[in-house]
């Protein structure tokens, strides 16, 4: 408890409060003004939301780089480059789920809104917890570290499509156990009036998909960030206003997923590296700025050779 008061102590209060408050009022900008109409997101409004989201973390950075130096600016900077490169596998799943619903495309922005104010809370939490965790006990990160390792080699490793299968997941399993859901949506709510009663909409079951979704991928994220910064107020600001663009970062990718066929090999390569950071770090300190570079180059080079080499064409079976 003291250690975790000790983490949000690094910055004053006011600091605090008035990202929260930036943050909350953005947010309400978007669902009561731009998106106050339920509407299908094309790929032009959601790359220039990518744009607004980037910028802004961009501005942030400058903010925390002029304010509390070069080293925590480059630490922000590399943070949020990592969670922003891993949320691609976040997309791929949204794109999964929603198939598997069939879900119209003018309430996917919803339920991903929705969905992102539940992974802010979570990561909050998370990220909180766990910088106050490794500030107490140090030997979590070769825990942290040795599971990086692990799950790059698993990514890079070829191995079948993968398939969402919501039915087999608990948190929905317990949810339809005590509260009825109703066959059918109701104009993009979450809950409506059915038969006499009060029922969740199959479109809330996508909501529960979606946030149990990202507390898996926050497994891999977070150790990932606690990597690059113990600095408790870089690692939650870089890692919100990354989850903050991934609405946006699905409508722009939604159907050229597969065009980024090398990224998976890239983000593989990047935990690994990252993971035997934290192995090494007691006899050997990788700075800050050879870690930003690892990762710009690797991300370059992952997505050239993506558009640069073509898939071979498949075989027509006769």
Not at 161 to 169: Q, S
């Amino acid at each position: 408890m003291f250690s975790l008061l000790a983490v949000l102590d690094v910055m004053p209060i006011w600091a605090w409060v008035g990202f929260f408050v930036f943050i909350a009022a953005m947010l309400a900008l978007d669902l009561g003004v731009f998106q106050r109409d339920s509407h299908e997101v094309k790929m032009k409004e959601a790359l220039v939301w990518c744009g607004v989201w980037f910028a802004l973390a961009m501005g942030f950075n400058a903010l925390v780089w002029h304010w509390r130096g070069p080293e925590l600016g480059q630490q922000f900077l590399a943070s949020y480059l990592i969670e922003l490169c891993l949320s691609i596998d976040n997309v791929f799943v949204f794109i999964l789920v929603f198939a598997y619903f069939k879900v119209p495309s003018k309430w996917q922005h919803r339920v991903l809104f929705w969905g992102i104010i539940g992974a802010v809370v979570m990561r909050a939490v998370f990220i909180l917890v766990g910088v106050s965790v490794i500030q107490r006990f140090h030997w979590v990160l070769y825990i942290f570290g040795a599971f990086l390792v692990y799950t790059g080699i698993k990514m890079a490793l070829p191995g079948k499509d993968e398939e969402v299968h919501p039915e087999n997941n608990p948190v929905v399993k317990l949810f339809r156990r005590f509260y009825p859901v109703a066959p059918h949506n109701e104009h993009g709510h979450f809950f409506t009036q059915h038969q006499g009663r009060r029922m969740a909409t199959p479109l809330f079951i996508v909501l529960i998909v979606i946030e149990t979704t990202d507390v898996v991928f926050a497994l891999d994220s977070i150790p990932a960030v606690l990597a690059i910064t113990k600095d408790g107020f870089v690692a939650l600001t870089s890692n919100i206003f990354a989850i903050l663009g991934l609405r946006s970062l699905y409508f722009a990718l939604n159907g050229i997923m597969q065009l980024f066929r090398f990224l998976k090999v890239g983000l593989a390569f990047i935990l690994v590296f990252i993971g035997v950071k934290m192995l090494i770090e007691h006899w050997f300190k990788v700075s800050t700025t050879t870690s930003l570079a690892v990762i710009g180059s690797v991300l370059t080079v992952s997505v050239l050779m993506s558009v640069l080499i073509k898939a071979a064409p498949q075989k027509k079976s006769h």
